[in-house]
């Protein structure tokens, strides 16, 4: 299984944020649509090895984390992706962890949290990050879990102290969107056969 943890200090955390459709103002959740798409779309299908993590830390209840595996009965279309993650957000339960459609929860939890429950379950992280090592030629598990950020990137407090047990990589020399950096990883994932 591979794994994506998408960090958003301004993606809102309400459902009602995103009710007029102003995917701007609602903290570039435009960006966050793009990055899920390119985690588990498939020309004509889903990647049904992924689960793609949001944490997202805007307005007005942060943090929320949204978990999201493609399973059969998902309501999940490309067209619509924002509208999933509104109706999700509106079904958050204080103090639980909701399965609101099959393969999508919503809870309240911290990044570092969730990076520490990836860590326990013995899932290798690694942070998406311009100066790492080149993903070319790292060792990469079959169950392993990809760290990145909006278009502001992981907190820096976070960031230092992930560098401490993560392995920083790059996808290339330039700086691109983060959707753009998770079809780069998935597509080294689909070589590798992994």
């Known amino acids: 299984m591979r794994h994506f943890i998408y ?3 301004s993606a809102a955390t309400s459902g009602k944020a995103l009710s007029d459709g102003n995917l701007m103002k609602a903290g570039r959740m435009d960006i966050a649509i793009h990055s899920l798409i390119q985690g588990v779309f498939l020309s004509h299908g889903f ?3 992924v689960t793609f993590h949001f944490v997202f830390y805007g307005m007005p209840d942060p943090p929320k984390h949204i978990e999201i595996t493609v399973k059969d009965g998902t309501p999940i279309s490309k067209k619509d992706v924002g509208n999933m993650i ?4 509106y079904k958050y339960k204080h103090g639980e962890k909701t399965e609101v459609f099959p393969g999508c929860f919503v809870e309240k939890k911290s990044f570092l949290k969730v990076v520490e429950e990836m860590t326990e379950k013995k899932i290798e992280c690694f ?3 311009k100066e790492g090592e080149s993903i070319r030629e790292i060792n990469i598990p079959e169950e392993s879990c990809f760290i990145l950020g909006d278009h502001e990137g992981l907190p820096k407090k976070e960031i230092k102290r992930l560098k401490d047990f993560l ?3 790059s996808v290339g020399p330039k700086m691109y969107f983060a959707s753009q950096t998770v079809a780069v990883v998935n597509n080294e ?5 992994l």
């Open 7 to 9: 960090f958003s200090s």
């Open 47 to 49: 990647r049904k090895d």
């Open 86 to 89: 509104k109706k999700i957000l």
């Open 127 to 129: 942070i998406l990050d």
């Open 167 to 169: 392995t920083p990589v």
């Open 189 to 193: 994932l689909d070589v590798r056969g």
